[in-house]
């Protein structure tokens, strides 16, 4: 890169101050739109994750080898003992908070003269605050020092008539062809924001349907870490020490076919959305070369008559292409990250998504891959746009473009 060339280009930017102005707005419009969009789906990204996550999915889920394909129709076949020594693995791998064992529950709940289907998940209190800290519940969470208090789903709660404090019977089917049932006392109503969960939802102390289900074991490990960016380590670990032909782990992304399509359709979107973008943006600034190029024409046609190559002309263009897009990538990305945190601030009242029941706050994340994205579209467009118009003026006759001027 010529010095020369490059600060000559420099010094014509301000020549047409007015369509200069307009080119980076142009270029900085282009920048912000990309890095609030983008964004936006980035806190789309992580807010799904993490609730995902911190409503009881967990981080790393660990069962026997065909439980996650076959295990809900049968989940007494998939057992796991509830004294393991893989425990203990589990609970001194790095990064690990809390380990929950879990039981699949389902049958009749039943209050007064009112009986309706249930499908429950037993859980350890203690690991389960650390493991369900997002779960909206209205009462009290479970503790290990009421052993018989359950949490219900607000639908089943509705369904059954019943509040805190009230009793519920559970009666559940057993492997042998027996019946079994206990009684709870409901210590709180939650919420996962999915009608169709919460109409069946329960959650039960393991230790209360251990007794219900006649069990010592527990279906499914759920592994809780320090964060989310743990996960593929701490796998790697596990799976090293856990034999594959006795354990079977899954982490939250394998669990989360939801989050898995998402991020394939939006990211396609943001794709989509930038190449819009980049669009417009070569549109413009080829607009605004071809006219530069066009009122230089007599300058263009001095320079080629005192010997300046063709490829010095070429370059000068290029470059001023190329330093519209710096100082307008730099320009949009200052205001792109200053309105990000704005808008986090005040937050993006959003409605609720489809099988939810109520809205939520969204806010905008910058990852350092979209800030770099938005630099690289404002440089790559901008140049771009100045190639033809670059190539059209290194191209001119050297006697018509002297012509131009008289």
């Known amino acids: 890169m010529s010095a020369s060339t490059l600060k000559l280009a420099f010094r014509n930017l ?6 200069t102005l307009i080119s980076l707005a142009a270029v900085g419009f282009g920048v ?43 989940p007494g076949a998939f057992e796991l003992p509830g004294n393991d020594p893989a425990l203990a693995i589990l609970r001194g791998a790095p990064n ?38 997002v779960l909206e519940v209205s009462g009290n969470r479970l503790d290990a020092s009421a052993p018989n208090g359950v949490l219900l ?3 089943l709660a509705k369904a059954l008539s019943v509040s805190v404090g009230d009793p519920v019977s559970f009666i559940v089917s057993l492997p042998g062809g027996g019946i079994n049932a206990v009684e709870g006392r409901v210590r709180g109503i939650f919420s996962t924001q ?16 251990r007794t219900l289900l006649r ?3 527990s279906h499914t490990w759920v592994v809780g870490l320090a964060d989310t960016s743990d996960t593929a380590a701490t796998l790697a ?30 990211s396609h979107q943001i794709t989509v959305v930038g190449l819009m973008i980049a669009a417009m943006i070569v549109l413009g600034i080829s607009n605004t070369q071809t006219m530069n190029v066009l009122e230089r024409t007599g300058e263009i046609g001095t320079l080629l008559a005192m010997g300046t190559r063709r490829a010095v002309i070429l370059r000068l263009f290029v470059y001023e292409g190329l330093l519209m897009g710096i100082v307008g990538g730099i320009g949009g990305l200052i205001v792109g990250v200053a309105l990000a945190q704005v808008l986090s601030y005040v937050g993006i009242p959003m409605p609720p998504p489809p099988g939810r029941d109520s809205g939520y706050s969204a806010e905008i994340i910058l990852t350092p891959l979209l800030l770099t994205s938005g630099i690289a ?21 050297i006697v018509d473009a002297l012509r131009h001027n008289r």
């Open 215 to 217: 069990t010592k074991g």
């Open 96 to 133: 690990v908070t809390a380990v929950d064992q879990r039981l699949v529950v389902s049958g009749l709940a039943s209050s007064g003269d009112t009986s309706v289907p249930f499908a429950g998940v037993a859980v350890d209190a203690v690991a389960d605050k650390s493991l369900s800290r």
């Open 377 to 397: 579209m404002a440089v790559v467009s901008t140049v771009l746009a100045s190639l033809y118009p670059s190539w059209k003026a290194a191209r001119m006759p």
């Open 153 to 155: 789903g607000r639908g």
């Open 14 to 19: 301000p020549r047409h101050r007015t369509r």
């Open 237 to 266: 670990y596990l799976k090293a020490r856990l034999p594959a032909d006795r354990f079977e782990l899954y982490t939250w992304y394998d669990l989360s076919d939801f989050y898995r399509k998402a991020v394939v359709l939006l």
């Open 32 to 74: 912000v739109a990309l890095l609030i969009a983008g964004g936006f789906v980035e806190w789309i990204f992580w807010a799904t994750r993490e609730a995902a996550i911190q409503t009881g999915l967990g981080h790393i889920q660990v069962s026997r080898p065909g439980y996650h394909d076959h295990g809900y129709t049968d």
């Open 194 to 209: 999915v009608k169709a969960y919460d109409d069946t939802a329960v959650r039960l102390p393991i230790a209360l349907a």
